[in-house]
């Protein structure tokens, strides 16, 4: 893909990250360890999520600190090649009410905007319908981890969107006018399942969906 190529090249130049993308899958991003980045507290008497890929039982391992998705706004750094959201795909085996989702997205480069947005959306065909359901997309204000730290989370609460059983997308994007230049930190804690991830392009105003055996870290309860 011609943004691909242009991007490796960019990121390896300016930030020294290597961005590896093919078969017209995601851009994803690497990056070496930072020092600092905060350890993962447990929340007493969680109850238990409806799905999560987070490695709860490894405080230095929860997510994997130096590789994931580049997730920026319409008005990022780069933003003559387009810009890139995310979606994770699923399934309820039964009716349930969604009151936090967790996540982890780090800065790669600061800009004016400090938040980006999650969702959940139904299921289109094996893509996000790219609607939000119930009150979002919500808002979320970013930690002031750098991509290449570990283990703080951004969380929502108090969400209180009831779901029937059936597939749905949680979807990371930005607001129209978004200069966020950031990325979804990978999942560590299962690296044999497949799961269904997607992504959207602004060049093409399309989502791709793809299989992966590692997907965005999150955790819906």
């Known amino acids: 893909m011609k943004r691909t190529v242009v991007m490796i090249g960019v990121v390896v130049l300016m930030l020294s990250l290597v961005a590896i993308a093919a078969d017209q899958r995601a851009l994803k991003v690497t990056a070496q360890p ?5 350890a993962y507290q447990p929340e007493v008497n969680a109850t238990a999520p ?22 920026t706004g319409p008005d990022w750094l780069y933003s003559q090649y387009g810009y890139q959201w995310i979606g994770l795909q699923f399934v309820l085996a039964k009716q349930t009410t969604v009151h936090k989702i ?25 893509i996000p319908s790219g609607t939000p359901l119930g009150t979002g997309p919500w ?21 209180g969107l009831k779901l029937a059983a059936g597939t749905y997308w949680v979807v990371w994007s930005t607001e129209s006018n978004s200069d ?10 299962d ?31």
């Open 34 to 38: 930072v020092p600092g980045g905060k």
């Open 50 to 71: 409806i799905f999560s890929n987070l490695a709860v039982k490894d405080p230095k391992g929860l997510y994997f600190c130096c590789s994931g998705w580049e997730l």
């Open 102 to 126: 967790s996540t982890s997205v780090t800065y790669f480069e600061a800009g004016s905007f400090t938040d980006f947005l999650l969702s959940i959306q139904a299921d289109a065909n094996g």
């Open 139 to 159: 808002a979320v204000t970013l930690d002031s981890q750098s991509f290449g730290q570990c283990c703080t989370l951004e969380v929502e609460k108090k969400i």
């Open 180 to 189: 966020l230049y950031a990325g979804i930190n990978d999942e560590v804690l």
């Open 191 to 221: 690296g044999v399942d497949g799961q269904t991830i997607a992504y959207f392009y602004s060049t093409n105003n399309v989502w791709y969906a793809y299989q992966s055996t590692s997907g965005p870290a999150v955790e819906i309860q």
